[in-house]
């Protein structure tokens, strides 16, 4: 006798939803990437919604040369009616969608992924995206996951966080995360934030972290691997968590005990620290930079092993990333131009720092950026408003410009309005805009506003001129773009 199944209610209703979604789909234009205009990057994040939380779930098989299985689920509030929703993922498959709660259909294009609900959503309405898929750590480029000696962590400054989660990958849209990551028992999983659970199934660990603080997708951290995790509390009770392979654990304990004091010194200098822990994580990796991921500042393990580099050098490192917290994490770049905010303060913090412990003179360093200014200027274009990198090339805004170059235009400000009104505008920057995203223009503004100067021009000048302005006090100041150019 023939057997005629029939659909439960449940699933009727997941076809039809998925029908007609389907048919939504085929009744519009065709997909196309989209972005927010950012002249860097054109085709980072979308318009139309803003995400307030990302619930991430990852699972491990335990190689890195695997794909992860994922689920992302996307919390958003539409900003304006929404018949389809652009998200920015590539380097992973997806197998469905759903928006809401009903299936919806979804396609690829650029590094797009596209999704069209079953019915379009209001503005101001409320958006829940789960997205199953999955996030390859293969591949050769940089950014995104990187393959360590015994697992993973992610690299995603600047436009990588797409590389392995659906999001809105621009750092103007910072929103709540929460990683659920499962990996079997005996490697250590750490994220951004705080350690919330962690359950035991058969040969797996799930571990889940929250952070207490809005955060960029670029500053997404996740690091599995054979590590050590080494504890030990900061200024006022802070919880610091360092992150070691576990066979290095005693040999770097002599710069992981420098970190509470290093948090302190920040702390004198801008007011006390923005997140819920601080910590350090060093993995063997070969990348040729560290990064300032929120609440676990990622190093290169031969930062701390290559006997070249003196001992003051690497703790102005460990200052510059603890610094970004501040400038650049807690105080997000509105647009990537506004990059020189992060990486200047970054510098200056480092310079400042290796002056006051190493006695390494900040006005040399300054005189020797303001020699080489020109030239950077030239190759990457004035501060505020560098070149855009070339098709591929991840961190091809990060050049000697965005740096010292910055760095410089601080020296410039503090040399113009005073010690005390530059101290008072650093920590005024830090305190009004904390967990925002703001702009170059928000900080020429409070500057003005702190040192009772109209300071428009100063800005103009020193962040967007082609040449570099003469140095208030230092009239005999040169640069010289040639030699940069004979240099590289």
């Known amino acids: 006798m023939l057997h005629i199944s029939r659909p439960s209610r449940r699933l009727r209703a997941g076809l039809l939803a998925a029908a007609s979604a389907a ?32 619930d991430i779930g990852l699972t491990y098989g335990g190689s890195n040369n695997e794909p992860l299985s994922a689920v992302t689920v996307i919390d958003a509030r539409a900003t304006e009616a929404l018949e389809r929703v652009n998200l ?9 969608v759903e928006v809401n709660g009903a299936r919806a259909a979804h396609e690829t294009t650029g590094e797009d992924l596209v999704v069209t609900p079953a019915a379009a959503v209001p503005a101001g309405g409320r958006l829940r995206i789960t997205v199953h898929h999955t996030s390859d750590p293969r591949g050769a480029q940089v950014g995104g996951w990187v393959r360590t000696g015994d697992g993973l962590v992610m690299a995603n400054q600047a436009d990588a966080a797409h590389r392995v989660f659906p999001c809105n990958d621009h750092p103007s849209d910072k929103a709540y995360f929460t990683f659920r990551v499962t990996a079997p028992k005996g490697l250590t999983v750490v994220a951004n934030g705080l350690e919330e659970a962690r359950s035991r199934h058969g040969g797996n660990v799930t571990s889940t972290f929250r952070t207490v603080h809005p955060m960029a997708t670029e500053l997404a951290q996740v690091s599995i691997g054979h590590s050590a995790v080494l504890r030990r509390t900061g200024p006022h009770g802070l919880p610091v968590r360092d992150v070691v392979p576990a066979a290095d654990r005693t040999k770097m304990e002599r710069w992981l005990k420098k970190t509470p004091g290093q948090l302190a010194w ?7 620290y923005p997140f819920e822990n601080y910590g350090v994580l060093i993995a063997d990796m070969n990348t040729g930079f560290e990064l300032e991921t929120q609440t676990l500042s990622l190093f290169e393990r031969s930062m701390f092993a290559r006997a070249e580099y003196p001992e003051w050098y690497v703790e102005s490192i460990m200052v510059h990333e603890l610094s970004h917290h501040w400038f650049g994490d807690s105080v997000s770049p509105r647009a990537w131009s506004d ?10 913090y480092e310079a400042l720092y290796a002056q006051e412990q190493a006695k390494q003179p900040m006005e040399r360093r300054m005189h020797d950026a303001y020699t080489d200014s020109d030239g950077w200027r030239a190759a990457g274009g004035p501060p505020a408003e560098p070149r855009r990198a070339a098709p591929g090339q991840q961190i091809g805004i990060f050049r000697p410009v965005v740096y010292d170059g910055s760095a410089l235009v601080l020296y410039a400000l503090r040399q113009e309005i005073g010690t005390g009104a530059f101290e008072q505008l650093e920590r005024a920057w830090v305190r009004d805009y904390r967990d925002k995203s703001a702009t170059t223009a928000d900080f020429a503004a409070l500057a003005s506003r702190i040192s009772g100067r109209d300071l428009s021009g100063f800005f103009r000048a020193w962040l967007y001129a082609e040449k570099t302005p003469p140095m208030p006090g230092h009239p005999d100041w040169r640069s010289d773009p040639v030699k940069v150019s004979r240099a590289g």
């Open 339 to 348: 990059l020189w905010l992060n990486e200047g303060h970054a510098t200056w």
């Open 88 to 96: 920015d993922f590539t380097h992973g498959t997806v197998s469905s």
């Open 266 to 272: 920040m702390e004198s200098k801008v007011g006390p």
């Open 23 to 54: 048919l939504v789909a085929a009744a519009l234009p065709a997909p196309t990437p989209l972005g927010i205009g950012d002249p860097l990057y054109p085709s980072l994040g979308n318009p139309g919604y803003d995400v307030l939380s990302y």
